[in-house]
């Protein structure tokens, strides 16, 4: 099954509810418009009414469904209740002067309504930078326990092929704890995808096949994710094609449970990582959709600035699946 078609099914009748700051940027609009048609989420969009209503005239489209909220005519008492307790989140960081300033900003708005449970996850990015989309989930939805930072994995779909790679978007120089972390996020949102996760943690060495620094890291964040989760298959330190062909898996890492069999693939840094799933999307023809952020205690999404409209559809689908795992 397609892996939307799949996720799709999942979430219908859920009643996941995603909030979309960037509530008068058509693409936005367009994609709201057509999940609350096709049933899959209840979209909350952030915006003045008539200039949300004006796009989707524009656009021609219905937004029957469609819960258009504007932040500046938000009644008070809900509007206090928010302050207060964003000031709260923030342990005396801010004071009311500024959090109301903060509250100012759709995205701080948008990561409040998710934080006090008014909206299940949010979806943003298509006319912010990554910044303003993370910030302010980081300092009010913050990890989940246990874990330390969020990291970026991308989902790899071609056909019935299906893998997670990460992390390719956030963590540039990782360490041996925040690699482990990431190994085991990535386990958790393969299960989201229905990947039955065999985790590779990916090197130029295979099982002590070189030397180096770098091949210490992979081997010591093995261990730690090994001892963090025992019940996954994690294995390591191993080159991509030990990792991923059999016959070279029997070969290179003998009695290996993920060796020749890995479908997620956890690379040493975000350089290859980045370098990989490119190389995967553009030579292997392989859908890249992401990136998908980890680690979060509410699922929050950051678009591409060059999104489109079915980009938007599709990350506020996986968004609404996170959300049921939250």
């Known amino acids: 099954m397609d892996l939307f078609t799949s996720l799709a099914k999942k979430i219908t009748g859920k ?55 504007d932040p500046a005519t938000y009644p008070a008492a809900d509007k206090q209740a928010m302050l207060d307790a964003l000031v709260e989140r923030r342990k005396g960081k801010n004071t009311p002067e500024q959090a109301a300033k903060m509250l100012e900003d759709e995205n701080y708005f948008g990561t409040m309504l998710v934080y006090l449970g008014k909206a299940d996850g949010m979806v943003s990015g298509a006319v912010h930078p990554t910044g303003d989309t993370v910030r302010p989930a980081l300092q009010i939805i913050k990890t989940k326990p246990g874990s330390h930072r969020i990291s970026g994995a991308f989902i790899m779909q071609k ?32 299960k989201v995808f229905d990947i039955d996760p065999k985790i590779a943690m990916l090197s130029f060495s295979t099982k002590g096949s070189a030397k180096g620094d770098m091949v210490t890291k992979v081997q010591e964040a093995t261990a730690k994710a090994q001892a963090a989760e025992p019940d996954l298959a994690i294995d390591g330190e191993m080159q991509f094609d030990a990792a991923f062909v059999e016959k070279v898996g029997l070969q290179k890492a003998p009695g290996s449970k993920v060796a020749g069999h890995a479908n997620v693939f956890v690379f040493p840094e975000l350089q290859s990582g980045n370098i990989g799933y490119k190389i995967a999307q ?37 968004t609404a699946a996170q959300g049921l795992e939250a």
């Open 159 to 190: 056909g019935d092929e299906r893998y997670v790679f990460a992390d390719c978007a956030i963590n540039i120089d990782p360490d041996a704890d925040t690699l482990a972390e990431i190994a085991t996020q990535s386990a958790h949102t393969a």
């Open 282 to 318: 553009r030579f292997g023809n392989f859908e890249a959709v992401g990136p998908i952020l980890q680690g979060l205690n509410k699922p929050v999404s950051d678009l591409s600035r060059g999104a489109s409209e079915e980009d938007v559809y599709k990350v506020a689908i996986i």
């Open 15 to 69: 009643d996941q509810t995603i909030v979309f700051p960037e509530g008068t940027e058509p693409r936005i609009v367009g994609a709201a418009a057509r999940l609350a048609k096709d049933g899959l989420v209840k979209p909350i969009v952030l915006g003045p009414a008539a200039k949300v209503d004006s796009v989707a005239k524009d656009l021609n489209v219905d937004l029957t469904g469609v819960q258009v909220l």
